[in-house]
């Protein structure tokens, strides 16, 4: 029995995952490269443990991906599951409350970096496949692929997938890597953003001047790249970009109806975060502007002194780091080519403009009538006691978008995360309810979808 099984071994897959959290396997900064490959090493012997053949780091232009497989039956339906080992930065490290590298609970969760992102989700998976294996109850094949660089744009996972389609062959991809309403209210993504992330540099004179002698004759960058971006925003919450919402899908009213049954407070949102209003595009509701449209925000912006005091300058340059989250059907390569247009044009003659796009990423739709999506929604009714909402996500997994085009295969997003693990944030947590729930849901899963499998080719 797969929860005898869970229960019996409960400590131990969370002394594992702790063991698994010590790594920093941070894939921003390259200090951290022996703790990439240490976090990969230990994924492949825990697979190999769970009783997975061939477990095995494939080497790419960047960061190993683990890749292990277990085939019952060749004539069996395939599932693989796909998540990432890197983690993102940890610093500030001042802003935590216990060492990010040292896993720590406190009532009921567990506080490190990458506790849920995405280490605490995809290990959930290794277990429930344990528990799977070790009872003969697997009723499918499986492949397990975890990525290193899905924090950094999966740069080199396009190739990977591309050269080894055959072995990445399957019939439907299952990642938990998103998140739930509530511990009582569960749901399902169905749908992610895309990205495109730019920087741009903003230049001047030829290099940084006294701000009292030029001040007033010679235009400041900084006060340039301000008002171009101030800009890229009208009245309305709008984008101004020209075409940028060209082709993007707008829902029917029937569709929106329907989000909107996912329950949402906005005044515990506005809690929450210490916000005094929300604010976002005119004539739609926070979870719409965080989900369903497109949006542009500055990550980061510097140039001149900002160092302690005061020092009178008028710097030579100015710069920003930029993300569009784009929504079906806006293409990443598209969207930043007509920024990096309207960015060159809006720049006055006394600048030079310099745009460098960064990474970028499909969004995503599922279909929720598929038998997929049903095996999912099982799977939740099973282990939860109620049917999953279907929503649309604010976030980017952008490799899902590329397996439907190299493999043709759709993913499920069967995430258990919430809103307050502090993703990226200092103190990133995760619920031990969540972790456990969801090695109990995932065998389910895979129960529903043979079953739904086995149904469609006997009828
Ligand atoms: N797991 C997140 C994405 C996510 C979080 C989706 C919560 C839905 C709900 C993923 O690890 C992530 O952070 N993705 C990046 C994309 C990227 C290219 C760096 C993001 O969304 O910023
Ligand atoms: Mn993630
Ligand atoms: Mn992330």
Same mark, same amino acid.
């Given at each position: 029995?797969?929860?005898?099984?869970?229960?019996?071994?409960?400590?131990?897959?969370? +002394? !594992? /995952?702790? %063991?698994?959290?010590?790594? #920093?396997? =941070?894939? $921003?900064?390259?200090?951290?490269?022996?703790?990439?490959?240490?976090?990969?090493?230990?994924?492949?012997?825990?697979?190999?443990?769970?009783?997975?053949?061939? +477990? !095995? /780091?494939? %080497?790419?232009?960047?960061? #190993?991906? =683990?890749? $292990?497989?277990?085939?019952?039956?060749?004539?069996?339906?395939?599932?693989?599951?796909?998540?990432?080992?890197?983690?993102?930065?940890?610093?500030?490290?001042?802003?935590?409350?216990?060492?990010?590298?040292?896993?720590?609970?406190?009532?009921?969760?567990?506080?490190?970096?990458?506790?849920?992102?995405?280490?605490?989700?995809?290990?959930?998976?290794?277990?429930?496949?344990?528990?799977?294996?070790?009872?003969?109850?697997?009723?499918?094949?499986?492949?397990?692929?975890?990525?290193?660089?899905?924090?950094?744009?999966?740069?080199?996972?396009?190739?990977?997938?591309?050269?080894?389609?055959?072995?990445?062959?399957?019939?439907?991809?299952?990642?938990?890597?998103?998140?739930?309403?509530?511990?009582?209210?569960?749901?399902?993504?169905?749908?992610?953003?895309?990205?495109?992330?730019?920087?741009?540099?903003?230049?001047?004179?030829?290099?940084?001047?006294?701000?009292?002698?030029?001040?007033?004759?010679?235009?400041?960058?900084?006060?340039?790249?301000?008002?171009?971006?101030?800009?890229?925003?009208?009245?309305?919450?709008?984008?101004?970009?020209?075409?940028?919402?060209?082709?993007?899908?707008?829902?029917?009213?029937?569709?929106?109806?329907?989000?909107?049954?996912?329950?949402?407070?906005?005044?515990?949102?506005?809690?929450?975060?210490?916000?005094?209003?929300?604010?976002?595009?005119?004539?739609?509701?926070?979870?719409?502007?965080?989900?369903?449209?497109?949006?542009?925000?500055?990550?980061?912006?510097?140039?001149?002194?900002?160092?302690?005091?005061?020092?009178?300058?008028?710097?030579?340059?100015?710069?920003?780091?930029?993300?569009?989250?784009?929504?079906?059907?806006?293409?990443?390569?598209?969207?930043?080519?007509?920024?990096?247009?309207?960015?060159?044009?809006?720049?006055?003659?006394?600048?030079?403009?310099?745009?460098?796009?960064?990474?970028?990423?499909?969004?995503?739709?599922?279909?929720?009538?598929?038998?997929?999506?049903?095996?999912?929604?099982?799977?939740?009714?099973?282990?939860?006691?109620?049917?999953?909402?279907?929503?649309?996500?604010?976030?980017?997994?952008?490799?899902?978008?590329?397996?439907?085009?190299?493999?043709?295969?759709?993913?499920?997003?069967?995430?258990?995360?919430?809103?307050?693990?502090?993703?990226?944030?200092?103190?990133?947590?995760?619920?031990?309810?969540?972790?456990?729930?969801?090695?109990?849901?995932?065998?389910?899963?895979?129960?529903?979808?043979?079953?739904?499998?086995?149904?469609?080719?006997?009828?």
């Amino acid at each position: 029995m797969i929860t005898a099984y869970l229960e019996q071994h409960k400590e131990r897959f969370l +002394a !594992e /995952l702790f %063991e698994l959290l010590r790594i #920093p396997s =941070v894939s $921003a900064d390259s200090k951290f490269k022996g703790d990439i490959r240490q976090a990969a090493e230990f994924i492949r012997e825990k697979l190999a443990a769970a009783g997975l053949d061939k +477990a !095995e /780091l494939c %080497e790419t232009a960047g960061n #190993p991906v =683990v890749y $292990a497989e277990k085939i019952v039956d060749e004539s069996l339906p395939t599932v693989l599951v796909y998540g990432h080992y890197d983690v993102q930065p940890a610093d500030p490290y001042e802003l935590w409350n216990t060492p990010p590298f040292e896993p720590t609970v406190i009532n009921e969760r567990i506080y490190a970096r990458g506790a849920c992102d995405d280490k605490g989700q995809f290990y959930m998976h290794i277990k429930a496949l344990e528990a799977m294996l070790a009872g003969n109850d697997l009723p499918c094949n499986v492949k397990v692929m975890i990525e290193g660089e899905e924090e950094v744009g999966s740069d080199h996972l396009g190739t990977f997938v591309a050269d080894n389609r055959d072995k990445l062959k399957a019939d439907v991809i299952l990642i938990s890597d998103t998140s739930i309403i509530a511990n009582d209210v569960p749901s399902i993504e169905a749908g992610l953003r895309g990205l495109s992330y730019v920087e741009v540099e903003v230049t001047g004179p030829n290099r940084d001047l006294h701000s009292g002698v030029y001040g007033g004759g010679v235009q400041n960058p900084v006060n340039v790249l301000c008002q171009m971006i101030a800009s890229l925003h009208d009245e309305q919450g709008r984008i101004t970009i020209p075409g940028f919402y060209d082709a993007v899908v707008e829902l029917s009213a029937e569709e929106r109806a329907d989000l909107a049954k996912a329950p949402f407070d906005e005044e515990e949102y506005k809690r929450d975060l210490a916000l005094k209003a929300v604010a976002g595009e005119e004539g739609y509701t926070t979870p719409e502007r965080t989900s369903i449209r497109p949006t542009l925000d500055v990550n980061g912006i510097w140039g001149g002194y900002t160092g302690e005091g005061a020092k009178t300058v008028l710097p030579a340059k100015a710069s920003a780091k930029i993300s569009m989250r784009l929504v079906p059907n806006q293409e990443p390569d598209a969207i930043t080519e007509l920024f990096s247009k309207h960015f060159t044009t809006i720049a006055p003659p006394t600048v030079t403009v310099k745009v460098t796009p960064h990474h970028g990423g499909q969004p995503y739709v599922t279909p929720t009538d598929s038998l997929e999506f049903e095996a999912a929604r099982l799977a939740f009714r099973e282990a939860w006691g109620k049917d999953p909402i279907p929503t649309r996500g604010g976030g980017s997994i952008p490799i899902v978008a590329l397996f439907e085009q190299e493999l043709g295969v759709k993913s499920i997003l069967m995430g258990f995360g919430l809103d307050i693990d502090a993703l990226h944030s200092p103190n990133e947590s995760y619920g031990l309810f969540n972790f456990y729930k969801g090695i109990e849901t995932i065998p389910y899963f895979y129960k529903h979808y043979a079953q739904l499998k086995k149904a469609t080719v006997e009828a």
